[in-house]
């Protein structure tokens, strides 16, 4: 897929570095939060005593949690964060889009790789916001949920972790694969964060006695009705799955299993892990049998919504889920970049909850209206009353912890998604991933080595000729298959970043190759690189002995290579301010030349010139 | 009553709606296979010397180089001759005309979307440039170089394009779309062309697939006009669509290898020009029986070497001759004949970075090993 990754490794030592101060410095501005949150709060409370009586006066003694409300909240809340945890690995910055989404998306249709495509590249483009996002909105997450148990910010909460399910659902799991063959409950289907989405809209429901009952009346039904339809596509004929091995090679279930077996992961769970892929690739009939009927017969109980059939339905699906985390999902987070535990524990708690909704007792509490939010002021008062100091020190000192630490979840969300928002209004690539390939730039200042040669019009030019403007220099093979071109679209993409400032640069290629030292040659490579069309763009060439003599005053390589090979040649830049200093030097090695190491080059040439623009 | 509709209804529900997530197996059409192009693995020779490029390294991608090979007259050896300081993925495309001298264009690959040329005349000790063109053609005969060192190319785009000796550039002759316009060209209903050739006089001659039963498609470009040109084919073949599959010059006159009839149950017809190329000869046609070619050689006095799927090859010395079965093709991943200078004939068949000559000589029904290489291929080096 274009775009999708950085071709970096994923654990690019640069990169790397950068991700884990990333995380300190966020880290710390999140317990700052927290700690400034508990400040203000206990000295508005401190200090007001008139409004601690009035908060008195407001507090109303919390209702009673439904029961099944409270294990999807704090359930999926430790969940989310787990998952954020998982988010944090060193390697999920430049990993998540190649090792995690890419593979993913890699058998679903093309509108849902060129959809995922799109999340890939924004991802790719910068990857030490996009990763630290995605720690701190899933740990903000969870921990709104945990904390705020009651009212319209534990009910936000749920609306929060719905609409982060969805993306991730989409963009990260690729729907969960539902558009892929092989789909099976057993693996994952329809993807865990589409369950962090159930759970997170059931939180978000609003809690009145109609809702509750018709909860109770649908939940676990649903969760039936669910678990029918993917038993019978368990039993489809045709899919693989009754199959232990087919003409030598692995059925469906027993090649997931071995594929999840030989990733990596502590010895012991590998060896239970393959041992139960051999059992299903022995007995893959019985094993499937075994699934499709768990599967069908608790789907058909739960439909029955009878509480002395349910319970024993409830307590043996778990049981089966727990054991297909271990064995069939290998528990979801190992073998390299994992970020979830996969969809058995979602699952079970959305079952045992379906379980509690349905055999709890209308509570008495439910039928009177939804309490008032802690926060609140008193109903009459408008917006504008709220806002104003005095209720909004009325408000905080008659708030909850619960409630503060609620408000610090939400500033750890915002503090993840903050910088990636920002990120995403540059449509230059981080400039990280140019430094990871190359390293920074080397400060200079000494005079350039003067040159005088023909450009690709055959016009002379020279590095005196172009005094009073700053010069980006570079050196090009015109018949390069790999590097050079790259390095051209990067110079041409410096260029147009510099924007108005262009018109006091000179982006100046040397020919690298004195057998093809032509100005057909020169006309030929811009042409293929569209730098025809750029007005300070001169590419230069002479004789062979003028090329050598330049490229010894530059310490620049130029070496044949037996066999077909290109010319064997430095990857480098130069940067020359207005007076003909040189200022600063680059390794300009491309790397993998992706667009998103092309855009973050530019961007670092771009900034380079423009430094030297501003230096007197 | 209504709970067994329900539970019906619910079961069919998700019936549905596990057919629609599942994958049904469909019965599709395979398209037709492709007729596999000639391969640009190829030899040619002079009275000078003798070259062939193969290509080496890893099978296909950044790590496949096309090397070339040379064996001067009087020599018993192959030595590496590829042109330096150009990468070589893309495959080399050579043309000769005569003595020591030696054309050579690079065909686009990776980021390289036109084709350097280059060319030596001190048998590959030194290399000059020309001037790039715009993209040769995947054809062992997209480039020919006349008699006054003019150059003809075959695009890719279908344009014959001239470059002419101290011009820093080509010129568009022609193209595919007209040529097929022009009188010579209606009448034989051109389609592609493939090939692109001098006349020892210094016409340009283009060769291409025709629709119209019969006609050979060979044309020449003469007092401002182009001119159809091929041979007519007797009895038989004449009933049979040609495609033009080799034109270059040997033996001082043009040599041509046309594919006559449907793959499976067509024939190859080596043509020469004799009296000054008024006239074409032709070799008995060679039943490919279901193969199809799959590289060629030439010698400088006109023989002509076909390896065929299956490691089959046969050889031809003229017009006057017959075919003759070779021994079974030594084992290779690339492989290609080639007429030394002196006599007999060699296999060159390569693997990896090594290269394994096979000599037919003075045993005519086995292939002799006569020379092992090792080629310094810098492997990563267009990577």
Redo the contacts between chains.
């Keep these: 897929m274009p775009g999708m990754n950085s071709g970096l490794n994923p654990n690019d030592p640069t990169v790397v570095a950068a991700f884990k101060s990333a995380l300190i410095h966020q880290g710390i501005i999140a317990l700052l939060i927290f700690a400034l949150l508990s400040l203000a709060w206990v000295s508005v409370r401190e200090w007001s005593a008139a409004t601690g009586a009035e908060a008195g006066r407001l507090a109303r003694p919390a209702e009673p949690e439904p029961r099944w409300r409270q294990l999807l909240r704090i359930g999926f809340g430790i969940l989310w964060i787990f998952d954020g945890v998982l988010q944090a690995q060193p390697a999920m910055a430049v990993g998540l889009p190649s090792q995690v989404i890419e593979p993913t998306a890699a058998s679903s249709p093309a509108w849902v790789q060129h959809l995922v495509n799109w999340a890939g590249t924004t991802w790719s483009y910068h990857p030490i916001q996009a990763g630290a996002a995605a720690v701190w909105i899933q740990a903000g997450i969870g921990i709104w949920l945990l904390v705020a148990a009651r009212g319209p910010l534990s009910r936000l909460a749920g609306l929060a972790s719905a609409g982060w399910g969805l993306i991730v659902w989409v963009f990260g799991e690729s729907f969960g694969g539902i558009f892929a063959p092989g789909l099976t409950w057993l693996f994952g289907a329809p993807g865990a964060a589409a369950l962090y989405c159930v759970a997170g809209i059931l939180v978000a429901l609003p809690q009145r006695p109609e809702v509750s009952a018709r909860l109770r009346r649908w939940m676990l039904p649903a969760i039936g009705l669910f678990l029918i339809g993917m038993a019978v596509l368990q039993a489809w004929p045709g899919r693989g799955f009754w199959q232990g091995s087919f003409r030598g090679q692995p059925g469906t279930l027993a090649g997931m299993v071995q594929s999840m077996a030989v990733t990596s992961q502590p010895s012991a769970l590998s060896a239970l892990v393959s041992s139960f892929g051999s059992l299903v690739r022995a007995y893959g009939f019985a094993v499937n049998l075994v699934a499709v009927t768990v599967m069908a017969l608790a789907g058909v109980i739960f439909l029955t919504r009878r509480p002395r059939l349910v319970r024993p339905a409830v307590i043996a699906l778990t049981a089966f889920s727990l054991a297909d985390w271990v064995l069939v999902e290998d528990l979801g987070f190992f073998g390299g970049l994992g970020t979830d535990p996969n969809s058995m524990i979602p699952t079970a708690l959305l079952v045992i909850a379906g379980y509690l909704a349905l055999t709890s007792a209308p509570a008495a509490a439910e039928a009177t209206a939804e309490p008032a939010t802690p926060m609140a002021s008193p109903p009459s008062a408008g917006w504008r009353e709220r806002l104003k100091p005095t209720a909004l020190r009325q408000s905080a000192a008659g708030s909850s912890a619960r409630t503060m630490a609620s408000v610090g979840a939400i500033g750890v969300i915002i503090l993840g998604a903050a910088p990636m928002a920002a990120a995403q209004a540059s449509p230059q690539a981080s400039t990280i991933l140019a430094q990871s390939i190359a390293g920074s730039a080397a400060p200079l200042d000494a005079p350039a080595a003067p040159f005088s040669l023909i450009d690709q019009h055959a016009k002379p030019v020279s590095l005196a000729g172009l005094s009073g403007r700053a010069v980006l220099l570079t050196f090009l093979d015109p018949v390069c298959v790999t590097d050079c071109p790259l390095e051209a679209q990067e110079v041409r993409q410096a260029g147009a970043l510099l924007g108005a400032q262009a018109r006091h640069v000179a982006l100046v290629a040397i020919n690298l190759n004195p057998a093809y030292n032509s100005p057909g040659y020169l006309q030929a490579f811009d042409r293929q690189e569209r730098l025809t069309q750029v007005p300070n763009w001169h590419y230069l060439t002479g004789s062979p002995d003028q090329l050598r003599q330049v490229y010894r005053r530059y310490g620049v390589a130029s070496q044949t290579l037996p066999a077909g090979s290109m010319l064997g040649h430095s990857d480098v830049a130069f940067v020359i301010d207005r007076d003909g200093r040189m200022r600063a030097e680059l390794d300009f090695d491309p790397g993998p030349g992706t667009a998103a190491t092309k855009s973050s080059w530019a961007a670092v040439l771009a900034g380079a010139v423009s430094k030297v623009l501003k230096q007197p | 009553m209504r709970t067994v509709r329900k539970?019906a209804l619910?079961?069919l529900?998700?019936?549905l709606?596990?057919?629609c997530?599942?994958?049904v197996?469909t019965r599709t059409q395979l398209p037709a296979a492709p007729h596999p192009a000639l391969s640009l693995s190829t030899a040619l020779a002079t009275s000078a010397a003798a070259w062939a490029t193969i290509p080496?390294g890893a099978p296909a991608g950044?790590n496949l180089?096309?090397?070339l090979f040379r064996m001067p007259a009087g020599g018993t050896r192959w030595a590496?001759a590829?042109p330096?300081?150009?990468?070589?993925?893309g495959a080399l495309v050579l043309t000769t005309r005569g003595g020591q001298t030696l054309v050579a264009g690079?065909r686009p690959?990776?980021?390289?979307?036109?084709s350097?040329v280059?060319g030596t005349s001190d048998g590959g000790k030194t290399?000059t440039?020309s001037?790039?063109q715009?993209g040769l053609a995947n054809s062992p005969d997209a480039l020919a170089v006349g008699p006054a060192g003019q150059l003809l190319a075959l695009g890719s785009n279908g344009q014959a394009d001239v470059n002419r000796p101290g011009s820093?550039?080509w010129a568009r002759l022609t193209s595919a779309r007209a040529l097929a316009a022009s009188t010579a060209g209606r009448a034989c209903r051109l389609m592609a062309l493939s090939a692109a050739s001098y006349t020892p006089a210094g016409d340009p001659l283009l060769g291409g697939r025709c629709a119209r039963p019969g006609v050979a498609g060979i044309f020449a470009y003469r007092g401002g006009s182009w001119q159809a040109a091929g041979p007519v084919l007797p009895g038989a073949l004449a009933g049979q669509a040609h495609q033009v599959l080799r034109l270059t010059t040997a033996g001082g006159g043009n040599l041509a290898l046309l594919q006559v009839g449907r793959e499976a149950g067509g024939s190859l017809v080596a043509a020469w020009t004799v009296n000054s190329g008024k006239r074409w000869m032709l070799s008995p046609p060679l039943a490919l029986n279901g193969a199809h070619p799959v590289s060629t050689a030439f010698s400088h006095n006109g023989a002509v070497a076909v390896t065929l799927s299956g490691g089959h090859a046969e050889t031809i010395t003229g017009a006057t001759a017959q075919w003759q079965v070779l021994p079974a093709l030594p084992a290779g991943r690339a492989l290609t004949l080639a007429f030394p200078p002196g006599g007999g004939l060699d296999a060159l068949a390569a693997a990896g970075s090594e290269l394994t000559v096979w000599r037919l000589g003075s045993r005519p029904d086995a292939w002799v090993k006569a020379q092992a290489m090792k080629?310094?291929?810098?492997y990563g080096?267009?990577?």
Excluded: C, K, Y
């Excluded at chain 2, 330096?84 to 993925?89: F, L, Q, R």
């Excluded at chain 2, 080629?375 to 810098?378: A, D, E």
């Design positions: 539970a619910v079961v529900l998700a019936v709606a596990a057919g997530g599942s994958r197996a080496m950044a180089f096309w090397e590496l590829t330096p300081d150009v990468a070589t993925n690079v690959s990776l980021h390289l979307i036109f350097p280059t290399w440039s001037p790039p715009a820093s550039g080629v310094p291929i810098q080096s267009s990577s």
